[in-house]
């Protein structure tokens, strides 16, 4: 069965350190998202993606934060100068009908 | 009032127990409704989605009122793999779909 991947699965950076997370969504799908969790909050919408441009974004979205799709398969996320308050759990998603998520990465920020 | 309420429990039930949850959103205008499972410290999972018919998965039911702007899920004859958290997911209609999350509702289910 297909499945949207990510990587890493951890990764522990310095606060003011630049991270780019990876995800490979689901081949045929063309709605690509990235959500993130704070431990113990719900689940956040953080932005979307569509033809090679960005659809929505969130408040959480802003200018520190980037999405790419540099090529066919990845879709990527990127802090530019991480907080503390960054730490959370980012989960890339994608659908056709409906969304399917990735494993996630778990983003700790010292 | 949040977009998408749902208790955060925890529900104790014992193994074999029929349990429901319940979850409310703010707005009318939404066309697509979900029950995602989540498992401590994983990503969630597709449960089922939800239709103004009602529908049933095995011992899983969801229904939909949408007059009351209410969804639930009853889970039958609860099994200890049960246990997890339940995220209600509320959205637009389309192939873009903007949903929002619950806090989710976390069950146990106890021997």
């Known amino acids: 069965e297909p499945e949207v991947t990510q990587t890493p699965s951890h990764q522990v950076t310095q606060m003011g350190q630049e991270v780019i997370l990876r995800c490979v969504p689901i081949s045929n799908h063309l709605y690509f998202y990235w959500y993130r969790q704070i431990l113990g909050q719900k689940v956040e919408f953080l932005v979307s993606?569509?033809?090679?441009?960005?659809?929505?974004k969130s408040e959480i979205f802003d200018d520190q934060f980037s999405v790419e799709r540099p090529d066919g398969s990845n879709f990527t996320l990127k802090i530019r100068s991480t907080k503390l308050e960054d730490s959370a759990m980012y989960f890339c998603?994608?659908?056709?009908?409906?969304?399917?998520f990735g494993p996630g990465t778990r983003l700790l920020v010292l | 009032r949040k977009e998408v309420e749902q208790d955060p429990g925890p529900f104790n039930v014992p193994e074999g127990a029929t349990v429901a949850f319940n979850c409310t959103y703010s707005n009318s205008a939404s066309q697509s409704f979900f029950w995602y499972r989540q498992d401590c410290r994983k990503e969630p999972k597709l449960l089922m989605s939800?239709?103004?018919s009602g529908n049933e998965d095995g011992r899983f039911t969801a229904q939909l009122n949408r007059a009351s702007q209410y969804i639930s899920l009853l889970i039958r004859d609860s099994k200890l793999s049960d246990s997890a958290t339940y995220l209600c997911?509320?959205?637009?209609?389309?192939?873009?779909?903007?949903?929002?999350f619950g806090i989710g509702t976390k069950l146990q289910v106890i021997p």
């Open positions: 998603a994608s659908n056709v009908e409906t969304q399917y």
């Open positions: 997911v509320v959205g637009n209609s389309g192939g873009y779909q903007k949903v929002t």
């Open positions: 939800v239709y103004s």
């Open positions: 993606f569509y033809n090679n441009e960005i659809s929505e």
